[in-house]
């Protein structure tokens, strides 16, 4: 009865998503476009791939998502796409749009596994569907902070030696970019030259730079830049200064960290390490005794 049940709701799932994808479905022309995603800033980026893998959903949804007010929503996300430099590239509608892709999923799925697991799983699938893109930009958004981070002070040592070998600031950015290899770095690095093109100042293009990444070291460093061409002071000197105090913290957080490794290391040893250890000492000794009691009986 439950395999007749399973293949039943199985059956009028599918019908209803043959419906539902033939009345949603664009036209290969729209379908086509869907395919070309344009960086209007030039700096090389490309949807991530989970946009990708997603796109004809997306674009079946975009309509849907455009008519949900979520203010809040809409909000957060404007500043996620902001820190990932894809505001360019993403859309807030198709962005929503992914949310209710892998929100529909997830119930599609968790109708599927109705009769098979307990409804506690089959409630929590459709919610973990719902908050996983959230999860998501939050995980990318870290993760590309931390790769600005650990580039940041290579940047500012080449930096600093270009400009006090003569070169102006623009240029050395722009010659620095041209031998980087592509990074989270590089394209903010590129963006903050496109907008300088088109018409932005040095000093609008660096707090643009410093709000879409929002990291501490990059505040910093446009403060100084910004600071030093108001006052007329060398830039080359500021950068000196901002590239000092940085390796500064580098070594500082890694020596924070190694006297962190040890304390991380004693939960392992105590549980895995030293029974082995003592098992291989103490083992023998165990064995012979026990064998050497049994003889003497």
Request: with cysteine; net charge positive; hydrophobic share 55%.
């Amino acid at each position: 009865m439950s395999a007749l049940l399973l293949f039943t709701i199985f059956a009028l799932l599918a019908v209803a998503a043959t419906m539902f994808v033939y009345n949603a479905m664009p036209d290969f022309q729209q379908i086509n476009l869907s395919k070309r995603f344009t960086d209007e800033l030039g700096a090389g980026r490309t949807p991530p791939n989970l946009i990708k893998m997603f796109r004809l959903p997306i674009l079946m949804l975009t309509d849907l998502a455009s008519g949900l007010q979520l203010p809040k929503t809409r909000e957060r996300y404007e500043n996620d796409l902001r820190a990932l430099g894809l505001e360019k590239v993403i859309s807030l509608d198709q962005l929503i749009a992914l949310k209710l892709t892998v929100f529909f999923i997830s119930c599609l799925y968790a109708l599927m596994l109705l009769v098979m697991l307990p409804i506690f799983f089959c409630v929590a699938l459709p919610f973990l569907g719902w908050v996983y893109v959230d999860i998501w930009l939050k995980d990318r958004i870290k993760k590309r902070k931390v790769e600005i981070k650990r580039q940041l002070p290579f940047l500012l040592d080449m930096l600093t030696l270009s400009v006090e070998a003569g070169m102006e600031f623009t240029a050395a950015v722009n010659k620095i970019v041209s031998k980087m290899a592509p990074s989270a770095l590089r394209e903010e690095l590129t963006i903050f030259l496109r907008q300088m093109q088109l018409g932005m100042s040095r000093r609008e293009a660096l707090k643009a730079m410093a709000e879409r990444v929002d990291l501490i070291q990059i505040n910093s460093m446009v403060s100084a830049l910004i600071q030093a061409s108001e006052m007329g002071a060398s830039i080359g000197g500021a950068l000196r200064t901002q590239s000092e105090i940085l390796n500064s913290e580098r070594f500082t957080e890694a020596e924070k960290k190694g006297a962190e490794a040890s304390q991380k290391m004693l939960f392992p040893m105590v549980i895995f390490i030293i029974p082995a250890v003592l098992l291989i000492i103490i083992g023998p000794l165990v064995i012979q005794f026990i064998h050497g009691g049994g003889g003497g009986l």
